[in-house]
């Protein structure tokens, strides 16, 4: 099922960097950030929780605030991801980056070449264009997608 639910946020990781799409699973009827690493779906919690570990990186560092665990997708109720989009002048585009905080601009991006020329884009590479916007031009939503 795909849809949009609207939620005009836009999502940071706990270090301050936007996330554009993030993909969460449910369990227990909880929803969780979930990350998947080849075959290993982990789900992520900021609260110490049953079944839950600490979070050791891959330099062996014991984080304290962050607690993993890992799953068979059977396990879990639900899988889903959301996406960060935008309407500018009535075309639907994938929200890439927020420029400036302060200023609220808005990096959008394309592949499709036909929508990039009709709003003004800039070709960033073979494939793709960007386009900075004001936030005030642009409807941010959210897209639901079951994976």
């Known amino acids: 099922m795909t849809g949009s ?3 005009p946020d836009i999502r940071r990781n706990r270090y301050g960097q936007r996330d554009s799409m993030e993909t969460y699973g449910i369990y227990k009827g909880k929803q969780y950030p979930l990350a998947q690493i080849d075959q290993q779906l982990i789900l992520k919690s900021t609260k110490e929780e049953a079944g839950f570990t600490k979070y050791v990186d891959v330099s062996g560092k014991v984080h304290e605030d962050l607690f993993v665990k890992e799953f068979k997708r ?3 109720e639900k899988v889903f991801q959301l996406n960060d989009m935008a309407y500018y002048k009535g075309e639907k585009l994938e929200v890439l980056n927020v420029i400036n905080d302060d200023t609220e601009e808005i990096e959008l991006f394309t592949m499709d070449k036909r929508k990039a020329e009709k709003l003004g884009f800039v070709q960033h590479d073979k494939l793709s264009f960007r386009k900075t916007a004001a936030r005030k031009e ?3 939503i959210k897209e639901y997608k079951d994976i």
């Open 5 to 7: 639910l609207n939620k």
């Open 74 to 76: 059977k396990d879990l």
């Open 138 to 140: 642009v409807e941010l």
